[in-house]
């Protein structure tokens, strides 16, 4: 049995150990909005946030999040910088087919987090494994930077 | 109550407006409702959204709920082009309808009334649905607001031309009285069609064009819950992930499943056998897909070979290159190509290459299956509808309309969901089927891993194109001779019908056009013994024949010491809207100003090209940078596109930025290649896409235009490749004539110049 904290509320699991964070949260707990893309962290699709940074689900086994936070795209709402995020995203249009925006939207949270205002730089390095084959790369990098400014004047 | 007015409407048109009681009932047996339940997904089915007396539903394209709700029905896909954005926006221009209050949902299967265009069939592809909804669409929303307007005139006992609609109000200023959508779809339900509705003049447009409409999938695709197939659970549902054989043409000879069925939560095991178009393998069901995949992968199975291809992309590269020294099939003749040996003239002899191209949706295939006692109902990412329902009900023996389709979002497609031969959707119904001889009849989702999707073939076909052209001693180009050679993506389906004389059209599309050229021809060999499954991928030939066309016209401008941009307009006499396109780009890109200089050692230069594709014209300048070792950057793309009327200008410039990002991720990295029949590549390492660190900057600029809207999925992938080798010539001399251009260019290398071909014995 594994227990974890899931975009804040506790749950509990009985699957085996090495069961990937994946497939526990789509196929047990039924939230799918973390995507499945390839099996390696070669795509990002299925990015989470375990305590607050970026992981990729699909090589996370579900023991390694064992009475921890883990916020699913399902949840960013309820996060100041992911409410921001999600709603540049929306303002923008970044999305085309959304498959992969999961995973773009939380991995820019964990981003935001970790450098309030990123560079391009910054965001080549941090969004690199955050694969979108629709190639809506040249919003995603727009929304980051006005996610980052809009944060800033909330901040100030 | 019929509304008459001035504006006609044809008969195919007025065909729209079905009775609405029979497609109410279509409606109330078709519908289905979805909601997030926490662990899985219900689906409910045959229970209308609403109480049938209360929805107004006059034709099958939209539903006005009491609750002021607008659900446009969508027959096109939404895939990320932004179809039901346009289709929305179409319906809710004439309807007058409020935006915030408009929905969006698939349409079933039922090409009678879904069809595509005139084709008969229902399916998304070929960038046409903005050119065919837009009369269609526009007219159902006009007929909604006409019986809307005509119900409050019944209310209100006032004359309809006394009856305002605006922003989903319906007003009667003199009596001070109005009132929203909700409150009369009763009574508009009752009244019956009008004969004639009048559309709006583009210059009342309030919805269309205008840039600040937001998509309609936004908020679903930024909360998770958007509904794709990977995300779809019926009750019971099993999960199935295959094994496929490693060589195309393989069948099964033996499976061992002890491993395998000693792993806890495996419910069966499916060894199923392959067909038309699909390839058999064994199938593990399991209640999740985790389950189903390490159980997949315990499988221990013995492939009977023997008419499994061999295929090597080396060999067949060199097949290619000898083919392309014999005549083809001519496709497209003009003048007389024996010009070309007229002595004095400047023959350039280029032969271009480009690899098998997977699509490699984020979404890898999958297809939900559920066998029922009428027939049987599929959940799918679903890009081409009749061409399944045909495939399904023969291989079930049952009739096309037993199958009901789910239209669901698609995580992309690039043509791969458009599969002519059923192929992936087969698999499921094939597995469903073999389950139920085996007694399982519960809701089966295939679901293809990375993998699996990248080594199931049905990959952009690899093409060569040899190219001998002419120049006369004042630079102009007199004759051009194309030999194409390449794998046929019609052959055998459904659409062969568009191959006349054994050329199909979409081999050649787009070569050699449409530049005013005396002496033309070009030419196609089409093997059909490869044994590599291909169909389309994003815009189809154009892809190929654009990168050798204009790659092609850049070699003969600098042979002719011109501007490739001069160069290329004085050939485009005829064709305003390729030119203003190209004019255009040139404008913005600065293509007159030197571009600024690089980091020490870093070369920089800039290409150009332009290509029309599905009714739309695109003409992009790209600026790359390479470094002293030779690593190539592209910095920026500028684009100019003409699509007509841009019906959403946002959705417009997002197709043209995705479409860049696609084609570089293809130019750059993109090749699947066999090695004696395997495909090499498995993942998203080698098979690699396009990153955020590699995408250029990019400048989109729209041409406004009055013409009926055309395309943007495809048309914005095809300039894009040319435009960036023609780039990297400009910057560093080296002139790249095989894809994927790959990480470094040799800049140590000579410079690579085509060769003088007049002396060619074989012409």
Redesign the interface.
């Known amino acids: 049995m594994q227990t974890f904290t899931l975009n804040e509320r506790e749950v509990s699991v009985d699957v085996a150990d090495d069961m990937p964070l994946l497939w526990v949260l789509r196929d047990e707990l039924g939230l799918t909005g973390t995507k499945y893309g390839c099996d390696r962290a070669l795509c990002g699709a299925c990015t989470v946030l375990l305590e607050g940074a970026a992981v990729r689900s699909c090589m996370t086994p579900v023991s390694a999040v064992d009475g921890k936070n883990v916020t699913t795209i399902e949840n960013v709402a309820a996060d100041p910088v992911g409410r921001v995020v999600q709603d540049v995203w929306r303002r923008l249009d970044v999305v085309q087919c959304g498959y992969c925006q999961s995973g773009q939207i939380i991995a820019t949270m964990a981003l935001l987090r970790a450098k309030p205002r990123p560079t391009d730089a910054d965001i080549d390095a941090a969004m690199d494994g955050n694969v979108c084959r629709c190639a809506t790369y040249v919003r995603i990098r727009a929304a980051i930077h006005q996610a980052a400014s809009a944060l800033g004047v909330e901040g100030a | 109550m019929p509304l008459a007015t001035q504006d006609t409407a044809s008969a195919s048109e007025a065909a729209v407006a079905v009775d609405r009681r029979a497609f109410l009932r279509l409606a109330g047996g078709l519908t289905l409702g979805f909601c997030?339940?926490?662990?899985?997904?219900r689906v409910r089915a045959d229970e209308p959204f609403e109480p049938a007396a209360r929805l107004f539903a006059p034709n099958a394209f939209v539903r006005i709920g009491p609750d002021n709700s607008v659900t446009v029905i969508a027959k096109y896909l939404e895939?990320?082009?932004?179809a039901f954005t346009g289709l929305a926006t179409l319906l809710a221009e004439e309807l007058d309808a409020d935006w915030s209050q408009v929905r969006v949902e698939g349409a079933p299967a039922d090409a009678s009334r879904y069809a595509n265009g005139d084709t008969g069939m229902q399916y998304t592809g070929g960038s046409n649905a903005m050119a065919n909804a837009y009369q269609q669409m526009r007219r159902a929303g006009a007929v909604a607001r006409a019986l809307l307007v005509a119900a409050a005139a019944q209310l209100w006992h006032v004359p309809t031309g006394e009856i305002q609609v605006a922003g989903g109000v319906v007003a009667h200023a003199a009596s001070k009285r109005s009132t929203k959508f909700g409150a009369l779809t009763s009574a508009a339900a009752a009244l019956p069609l009008p004969v004639e509705v009048k559309l709006k003049q583009p210059s009342q447009f309030k919805l269309i064009g205008n840039a600040g409409l937001?998509?309609k999938?936004?908020?679903?695709?930024?909360?998770?819950?958007?509904?794709?197939t990977?995300?779809l659970?019926l009750p019971g549902m099993l999960?199935a992930v295959a094994s496929h054989p490693a060589r195309f043409g393989a069948t099964l000879k033996h499976v061992d499943d002890t491993a395998a069925r000693a792993i806890?939560g495996v419910v069966a095991v499916v060894p199923f056998a392959g067909g038309p178009g699909y390839f058999g393998g064994v199938a593990v069901l399991a209640?999740?897909?985790?389950v189903a995949?390490r159980a997949r992968d315990a499988l221990v199975i013995e492939w009977d070979e023997t008419h499994a291809t061999r295929t090597d992309s080396e060999q067949l590269r060199s097949r290619y290159r000898a083919l392309a020294q014999q005549p083809g099939r001519i496709a497209v003749e003009a003048g007389d190509v024996a010009f070309m040996d007229t002595p004095g003239l400047q023959v350039l002899d280029a032969t271009y290459e480009v690899p098998y191209l997977a699509h490699?949706?984020?979404?890898?295939m999958n297809c939900l299956v559920q066998l029922t006692d009428s027939g049987v109902s599929i959940w799918n990412g679903e890009q081409s509808q009749t061409v399944d329902q045909r495939a399904i009900a023969e291989l079930l023996a049952i009739k096309p309309e037993q199958v009901r389709i789910t239209q669901l979002?698609?995580?992309?497609?690039?043509g791969r969901r458009a599969s002519p031969k059923s192929d992936y959707v087969l698999e499921a119904v094939a597995i469903a089927r073999q389950a139920a001889t085996m007694g399982q009849r519960a809701p089966i989702k295939l679901?293809w891993?990375?993998t699996d999707d990248m080594r199931g073939g049905y990959y952009r076909p690899a093409f060569l194109h040899r190219i001998r052209a002419a120049l006369d001693g004042a630079g102009l180009l007199v004759a051009w001779q194309q030999r194409i050679v390449g794998q046929s993506i019609r052959q055998g389906t459904a659409f062969d019908r568009g191959n006349q004389n054994g050329i199909d059209s979409t081999s050649i599309e787009g070569a050699a056009e449409p530049y005013v050229i005396a002496n033309l021809r070009v030419e196609l060999t089409t093997p059909d013994d490869v044994g590599v499954p291909v169909q389309g991928w994003r815009a189809l030939g154009h892809t190929h024949t654009a990168f050798a066309t204009e790659c092609m016209l850049d070699e003969l401008a600098i042979a002719a010491g011109r501007d490739p941009y001069q160069f290329r307009r004085d050939l485009l006499a005829g064709n305003p809207r390729h030119l203003a396109v190209l004019d255009l780009v040139a404008d913005k890109a600065g293509w007159r100003q030197p571009l600024l200089p690089g980091a020490h050692g870093e070369r920089r230069g800039r290409g150009i090209a332009v290509h029309a594709s599905f009714g739309s014209f695109v003409a992009q300048v790209a600026e790359v940078s390479v470094t002293a070792d030779g690593k190539l950057r592209v910095e920026r793309v500028v684009c100019a596109v003409d699509c007509g009327i841009a019906i959403n200008p946002?959705?417009v410039r997002?197709q043209m930025?995705?479409g860049?990002?696609?084609g570089?991720?293809a130019a750059l990295h993109g090749a699947i290649t066999l090695k004696d029949g395997v495909v090499e590549q498995s993942?998203?390492?080698d098979y690699a896409?396009?990153?955020?660190?590699e995408?250029p900057?990019?400048e989109v600029h729209t041409v406004p235009s009055q013409q009926p809207p055309s395309g943007v999925g495809d048309p914005g992938t095809p300039p894009l490749a040319p435009a960036v080798v023609n780039a990297i010539y400009h910057a560093t001399g080296v002139r790249i004539r095989t894809l994927p251009i790959g990480e470094r260019i040799p800049t140590n290398s000579p410079r690579v110049e085509p060769s003088d071909a007049s002396d060619d014995p074989n012409h």
């Open positions: 997030l339940s926490g662990r899985a997904v895939m990320g082009q932004g937001r998509r999938d936004s908020h679903a695709k930024t909360n998770g819950s958007a509904l794709f990977q995300d659970k999960v806890p209640h999740n897909t985790w995949k490699a949706c984020m979404e890898p979002y698609a995580g992309g497609s690039f679901v891993m990375r946002d959705v997002a930025e995705g860049i990002g696609y570089l991720g993942d998203f390492d896409p396009l990153r955020m660190s995408m900057a990019i």
